[in-house]
Nanobody, 124 residues
Framework: QVQLVESGGGLVQAGGSLRLSCAASGHTFSSEKMGWFRQAPGKEREFVAA????????YYTDSVKGRFTISRDNAKNTVYLQMNSMKPEDTAVYYC?????????????????WGQGAQVTVSS
C-alpha cells in the first residue's frame, strides 16, 4: 500500500504564493509518476501538474504554466507544487496522486493512489 500526505494549503491573497508538499510512503518503489489535481466548488477535478520520478520531464495544464512549478525530492519521496502569482480561480482542493504506470500522465484514471486533499483559497 501507498500513503500520500499533503501539507501546505491555506489562504493567500491574489498575487501571493503557496507551496504544497506531498510525502509518499509505503510501496512506492515501482511508481512512475506523481501528479497534482484540483477540484473547485461545483466543478470536476482537473489535472494541474505532474512529474516523473526518474526523469526531468514536467507537465502542466495551460492555466498554470509560468506560475506553478512541480518538483520532487527522490530521497524524501516528496513532491512539491510551488504556486506563484496566484489568482482567485486557483481556489480549490488540491490532491496529489501517485501512478504506477508511465502513460497518460494527465488523466485522473491513470493514478492509483490519492492524498486526502489540501484546501487552497485565494482571495481577491
Amino acid at each position: 500500500q501507498v500513503q500520500l500526505v499533503e501539507s501546505g494549503g491555506g489562504l493567500v491573497q491574489a498575487g501571493g504564493s503557496l507551496r504544497l508538499s506531498c510525502a509518499a510512503s509505503g510501496h512506492t518503489f515501482s511508481s512512475e509518476k506523481m501528479g497534482w489535481f484540483r477540484q473547485a466548488p461545483g466543478k470536476e477535478r482537473e489535472f494541474v501538474a505532474a512529474i516523473r520520478w526518474l526523469s526531468t520531464n514536467t507537465y502542466y495544464t495551460d492555466s498554470v504554466k509560468g506560475r506553478f512549478t512541480i518538483s520532487r525530492d527522490n530521497a524524501k519521496n516528496t513532491v512539491y507544487l510551488q504556486m506563484n502569482s496566484m489568482k482567485p480561480e486557483d481556489t480549490a482542493v488540491y490532491y496529489c496522486a501517485l501512478g504506477m504506470s508511465s502513460t497518460t500522465i494527465r488523466l485522473e484514471r491513470s493514478y492509483d493512489y490519492w492524498g486526502q486533499g489540501a484546501q487552497v483559497t485565494v482571495s481577491s
